[in-house]
């Protein structure tokens, strides 16, 4: 046999599965090192502007004139996880629009990737898990922030950032999934008014559901968002687990949405690189 | 089978067929290429070069057919063989939110290459695509030419055994051609396998031990440059250009001039032996052409004749 072999045994061998993941994350990890101190920077005013305009300004109002309207906290302590879920729900899908669109039409990195040993699987689950840590990051911010506003009053608040990531990543997956079937990212403004906007306004994040009109509650439970909140919700005034069954209920249709969300990320990426 | 294989040829296709819905793009195309040959597929654009060459980077299923790629079966080996292919596609796809070094060090990371290790090579393919000083540059500001050398330079991180360059220099000036062509054939003399699409006639001349015409999703004829020339066209080529309205009046006076004789919408090409007595012979029949030149037979001149078109449109 006259193939040399000795280029083969001087090979590594070729990442697959977690590992070709995580190569996938680390190239985002370098995108991010040059955009990190603005991205981060915003992460925290963007908190603290809400907070103390709507937590603070508005919430001196709320306060002053219906003392129990949100079962005995303050608007601050009530709007603070509502803002967290909200937030991570826009950044999820945020982040899997233009980077999506990025990797298949604009730079074409995913295809770059596709040519090494990287399969599509793992370049939509490394995105996958870049978004998480993203989402992760924004949350440990957010929560620092409200503490500082003294909007975090139980130790349990630290479980509203996994609960924020969780929000975030049921958005990201479908909403990455959706993009990879997209030319160019027009419709992204029609998603972010038709759904985003309202689903941001109407899931619980800024009042409870109870004070919306009794034919339209119901509807609040096809949110996702609305399980992201009352998770965050739950975790930040400690009364996650006042309704065990409840909380399991949130958590598993979100958990839901994330997986089936990066099941179809998966295929359509794979339908657009492997064609 | 795969070994006996491996060892005859490092590409091995029979009937390959590559369809998109009910358009075929690649029609039951044979093709072997061999450890440390340049092999090109020349033909137009629409000819199934590009689907071809995608089959062979492993990252397009084809539909009918047996490849195999180092020996080894796209359809269950897809990673191993990409592992150990270069490819430079005929879009750039390099990071411009990266420095050029960084495009190099991450490509080479998903090689299962160590950070160390992709310093290193990023480092000496910097300095063999003549980019050393842009290292730390971004990528957006490169010259179309640089962009080229450093997708090139990153198609070499893996140290392949086989690059896959798909219409290497469509969109360059000539100088920047001529850069790139002197870097491949300094790879070729290494002993890396090139495998690469055109529809340049030059480039297919210059850089092909041997190459594949396609036309219409079919390989209509294989061969070296110079066998191809010889089989399909003759020596030289005495091409007459006529004013307008002319042409189309000098029937039949043209006839018995040549070996064979194409008719161009604006020139009558006449395949001989000798160029400059065919020329002659036309004159003293009386014509009167604008202009003639007297050239040899050119891999344009084999694609003419196998397609009636030319190459380039």
């Given at each position: 046999m006259s193939t040399p072999t000795r280029d083969l045994e001087a090979r590594p061998a070729v990442p697959s599965g977690f590992r070709a993941a995580a190569r996938v994350f680390e190239h985002r990890a370098y995108q991010y090192r040059r955009a990190f101190r603005g991205s981060l920077f915003g992460s925290f005013v963007n908190p603290a502007l809400f907070l103390t305009a709507m937590g603070l300004g508005l919430g001196g109002y709320v306060n002053a004139n219906s003392p129990d309207a949100f079962g005995g906290v303050s608007y601050l302590l009530f709007l603070a996880p509502g803002l967290l879920a909200g937030s991570a729900m826009q950044q999820g899908i945020f982040e899997a629009t233009f980077p999506v669109m990025y990797g298949l039409v604009w730079r074409r990195i995913f295809h770059a990737m596709y040519a090494t040993p990287i399969g599509p699987r793992a370049v939509a689950l490394g995105t996958l898990a870049w978004i998480a840590f993203r989402l992760g990051l924004v949350a440990i911010i957010f929560t620092f922030v409200a503490w500082a506003f003294g909007a975090v009053t139980s130790p349990l608040a630290i479980l509203g950032i996994p609960a924020a990531i969780l929000t975030g990543l049921a958005f990201a997956g479908p909403m990455g999934a959706y993009m990879a079937?997209?030319?160019?990212?027009?419709?992204f403004s029609a998603i972010f008014r038709w759904v985003i906007t309202p689903l941001f306004l109407f899931s619980g994040t800024f009042f409870p559901i109870e004070s919306l009109p009794g034919a339209l509650q119901p509807i609040a439970w096809l949110s996702p968002l609305f399980h992201g909140v009352e998770l965050t919700r739950g975790a930040t005034l400690g009364t996650?687990?006042?309704d065990p069954f409840r909380a399991v209920a949130h958590l598993a249709i979100l958990v839901g949405l994330v997986a089936v969300g990066g099941i179809l990320f998966v295929r359509n990426i794979r339908a657009k690189l492997a064609a | 089978m795969s070994a006996e294989i491996a060892s005859s040829s490092l590409i091995h296709a029979r009937g390959l067929t590559k369809r998109f819905g009910t358009f075929t793009?690649?029609?039951?195309i044979d093709f072997d290429v061999a450890r440390g040959e340049a092999f090109g597929f020349l033909g137009?654009?629409?000819?199934g070069k590009t689907s071809t060459m995608r089959m062979i980077g492993c990252t397009s299923p084809f539909n009918e057919g047996t490849l195999r790629i180092l020996g080894m079966d796209p359809e269950t080996e897809g990673p191993e063989i990409r592992g150990r292919l270069g490819v430079v596609p005929q879009q750039d796809t390099l990071d411009e939110e990266l420095t050029v070094r960084e495009n190099l060090v991450i490509y080479g990371r998903y090689f299962g290459l160590s950070r160390a290790e992709c310093g290193r090579r990023a480092d000496e393919l910097l300095e063999f695509a003549q980019l050393s000083e842009r290292r730390n540059s971004r990528v957006e500001p490169l010259s179309g030419g640089m962009k080229r050398r450093l997708t090139i330079a990153r198609a070499l991180i893996n140290e392949p055994e086989v690059l896959l360059l798909d219409e290497?220099?469509?969109?360059?000036d000539p100088q920047a051609r001529h850069l790139l062509w002197d870097r491949l054939y300094r790879l070729k003399q290494r002993g890396v396998t090139l495998v690469l699409t055109t529809h340049y006639m030059d480039e297919a001349e210059q850089l092909c031990d041997r190459l594949v015409v396609m036309d219409k999703a079919r390989i209509v004829a294989v061969g070296s440059p110079r066998q191809l020339i010889d089989y399909y066209s003759t020596r030289e080529v005495a091409e007459l250009r006529f004013p307008v309205g002319v042409l189309e009046a000098?029937?039949?006076?043209?006839?018995?001039?040549?070996d064979r004789i194409e008719r161009l919408p604006d020139r009558v090409l006449l395949y001989a032996e000798d160029g400059e007595a065919v020329a002659e012979a036309a004159h003293h029949r009386g014509l009167r052409p604008e202009t003639v030149l007297v050239r040899r037979s050119t891999l344009e001149d084999v694609f003419l004749r196998l397609t009636g078109r030319s190459l380039v449109d």
């Amino acid at each position: 046999m006259s193939t040399p072999t000795r280029d083969l045994e001087a090979r590594p061998a070729v990442p697959s599965g977690f590992r070709a993941a995580a190569r996938v994350f680390e190239h985002r990890a370098y995108q991010y090192r040059r955009a990190f101190r603005g991205s981060l920077f915003g992460s925290f005013v963007n908190p603290a502007l809400f907070l103390t305009a709507m937590g603070l300004g508005l919430g001196g109002y709320v306060n002053a004139n219906s003392p129990d309207a949100f079962g005995g906290v303050s608007y601050l302590l009530f709007l603070a996880p509502g803002l967290l879920a909200g937030s991570a729900m826009q950044q999820g899908i945020f982040e899997a629009t233009f980077p999506v669109m990025y990797g298949l039409v604009w730079r074409r990195i995913f295809h770059a990737m596709y040519a090494t040993p990287i399969g599509p699987r793992a370049v939509a689950l490394g995105t996958l898990a870049w978004i998480a840590f993203r989402l992760g990051l924004v949350a440990i911010i957010f929560t620092f922030v409200a503490w500082a506003f003294g909007a975090v009053t139980s130790p349990l608040a630290i479980l509203g950032i996994p609960a924020a990531i969780l929000t975030g990543l049921a958005f990201a997956g479908p909403m990455g999934a959706y993009m990879a079937t997209q030319r160019t990212p027009d419709k992204f403004s029609a998603i972010f008014r038709w759904v985003i906007t309202p689903l941001f306004l109407f899931s619980g994040t800024f009042f409870p559901i109870e004070s919306l009109p009794g034919a339209l509650q119901p509807i609040a439970w096809l949110s996702p968002l609305f399980h992201g909140v009352e998770l965050t919700r739950g975790a930040t005034l400690g009364t996650l687990l006042d309704d065990p069954f409840r909380a399991v209920a949130h958590l598993a249709i979100l958990v839901g949405l994330v997986a089936v969300g990066g099941i179809l990320f998966v295929r359509n990426i794979r339908a657009k690189l492997a064609a | 089978m795969s070994a006996e294989i491996a060892s005859s040829s490092l590409i091995h296709a029979r009937g390959l067929t590559k369809r998109f819905g009910t358009f075929t793009a690649v029609d039951a195309i044979d093709f072997d290429v061999a450890r440390g040959e340049a092999f090109g597929f020349l033909g137009p654009n629409g000819a199934g070069k590009t689907s071809t060459m995608r089959m062979i980077g492993c990252t397009s299923p084809f539909n009918e057919g047996t490849l195999r790629i180092l020996g080894m079966d796209p359809e269950t080996e897809g990673p191993e063989i990409r592992g150990r292919l270069g490819v430079v596609p005929q879009q750039d796809t390099l990071d411009e939110e990266l420095t050029v070094r960084e495009n190099l060090v991450i490509y080479g990371r998903y090689f299962g290459l160590s950070r160390a290790e992709c310093g290193r090579r990023a480092d000496e393919l910097l300095e063999f695509a003549q980019l050393s000083e842009r290292r730390n540059s971004r990528v957006e500001p490169l010259s179309g030419g640089m962009k080229r050398r450093l997708t090139i330079a990153r198609a070499l991180i893996n140290e392949p055994e086989v690059l896959l360059l798909d219409e290497p220099t469509t969109g360059l000036d000539p100088q920047a051609r001529h850069l790139l062509w002197d870097r491949l054939y300094r790879l070729k003399q290494r002993g890396v396998t090139l495998v690469l699409t055109t529809h340049y006639m030059d480039e297919a001349e210059q850089l092909c031990d041997r190459l594949v015409v396609m036309d219409k999703a079919r390989i209509v004829a294989v061969g070296s440059p110079r066998q191809l020339i010889d089989y399909y066209s003759t020596r030289e080529v005495a091409e007459l250009r006529f004013p307008v309205g002319v042409l189309e009046a000098l029937d039949g006076q043209l006839d018995g001039l040549a070996d064979r004789i194409e008719r161009l919408p604006d020139r009558v090409l006449l395949y001989a032996e000798d160029g400059e007595a065919v020329a002659e012979a036309a004159h003293h029949r009386g014509l009167r052409p604008e202009t003639v030149l007297v050239r040899r037979s050119t891999l344009e001149d084999v694609f003419l004749r196998l397609t009636g078109r030319s190459l380039v449109d």
